[in-house]
């Protein structure tokens, strides 16, 4: 692959972010989804929600406002549990044209956009309620770790950024977004990423096969972003490649850099509020990383590539599937 560029600026966010001191209780639900929208549309433009979220949520977002404006809610102090999980659990249109329960991935989409919507209004100072918090789903899978949601990956990136300069806490989300594991997370080095072709090398592991990772354009930002301060701190240029994108570049074995990792991950974790879920654990991030493969092309054996699996059993089991006896879930349309 060619040698990477020079890494351009970072991008800084400010500390955290600021709500009104009085909530209003008459914001009505239009402007609440039009403030989300915009809301939205800015971390589209910082990376942090991918083009194609932002208006599959926007979609959906803009669908629950016709589904409450039918049922005469106006306001969003108007919205119940009830009526929440009414809508993520109303029946859907299958690609058939017929009418039915919605699939599991489908029950899971609408959440995500709620919860999603609902934590903006909380950081917009427009609500400082979620209907949706309680709300539970039929699990995507059977194992002891669970993938991020979609949401949970977007407040994910927002939180990571909330620091003054480029942090080890992002680049570890990057990197495990992107598929890596958090065996090969500490030992990914500036010289390993290519800014050019958007891609990132894992090392790979005992466990896991090297590989090329794709970065979304968030992930090439930050990793962008960290590169050029860890160089920076170098006390010789030439020691700048080998320098570490995630964790100290100190001598250190194996273990303790998979632990330091894992800590930066779980602090990350922590501050979207997840810690309280034993199946949500640093290498749930790894495993969105799989969904996200899967729901793009539909193939297992390229989950297992892209992860650098060398079962594809343990591919299918990160993304809920089992091949040997369904297809994948798929469904159209909604509530």
């Not at 609440?32 to 977002?61: H, K, N, Y």
């Not at 209907?131 to 539970?136: E, L, Q």
């Not at 770790?145 to 992002?170: K, N, Q």
Request: aromatic share 6%; glycine share 6%; hydrophobic share 40%.
């Amino acid at each position: 692959m060619p040698a990477p560029r020079a890494p351009r600026p970072h991008q800084t966010l400010p500390d955290g972010p600021s709500t009104p001191a009085v909530i209003s209780a008459d914001v009505t639900l239009a402007h609440a989804v039009e403030q989300t929208i915009t809301l939205w549309t800015d971390m589209t433009s910082q990376g942090q929600m991918s083009p194609q979220t932002s208006r599959s949520f926007g979609q959906l977002l803009e669908r629950y406002q016709r589904y409450a404006q039918a049922r005469g809610i106006l306001l969003v102090d108007e919205v119940t549990v009830d009526f929440a999980e009414d809508f993520i659990f109303a029946q859907g249109r299958t690609r058939h044209g017929l009418i039915g329960e919605s699939a599991t991935a489908t029950l899971h989409q609408r959440r995500a956009v709620l919860r999603s919507f609902y934590r903006s209004l909380r950081e917009l100072g427009l609500t400082d309620t979620d209907p949706t918090r309680d709300i539970g789903l039929p699990e995507r899978t059977r194992t002891l770790v669970r993938p991020l949601d979609e949401d949970e990956a977007i407040a994910l990136r927002h939180a990571a950024e909330y620091v003054s300069r480029p942090s080890r806490h992002a680049a570890a989300a990057a990197l495990a977004l992107s598929g890596g594991h958090t065996g090969e997370i500490g030992h990914t080095r500036v010289r390993d990423l290519d800014e050019d072709a958007a891609a990132v090398w894992m090392h790979g592991s005992t466990r896991t096969d090297p590989r090329w990772c794709p970065l979304d354009p968030w992930a090439l930002r930050v990793l962008q972003a960290r590169a050029a301060f860890v160089s920076r701190q170098q006390r010789i240029r030439e020691t700048a490649p080998n320098a570490r994108l995630a964790v100290s570049s100190a001598p250190a074995p194996d273990e303790q850099l998979q632990a330091r990792a894992c800590v930066a991950l779980s602090d990350l974790i922590r501050r979207i509020g997840l810690s309280a879920d034993p199946r949500v654990k640093p290498a749930s991030l790894t495993a969105y990383a799989a969904v996200r493969i899967f729901d793009e092309t539909g193939k297992i054996e390229t989950v297992a590539r892209g992860l650098g699996l060398r079962s594809l059993d343990r591919a299918a089991d990160l993304v809920g599937y089992d091949w040997a006896h369904r297809a994948p879930e798929r469904q159209v349309g909604g509530a």
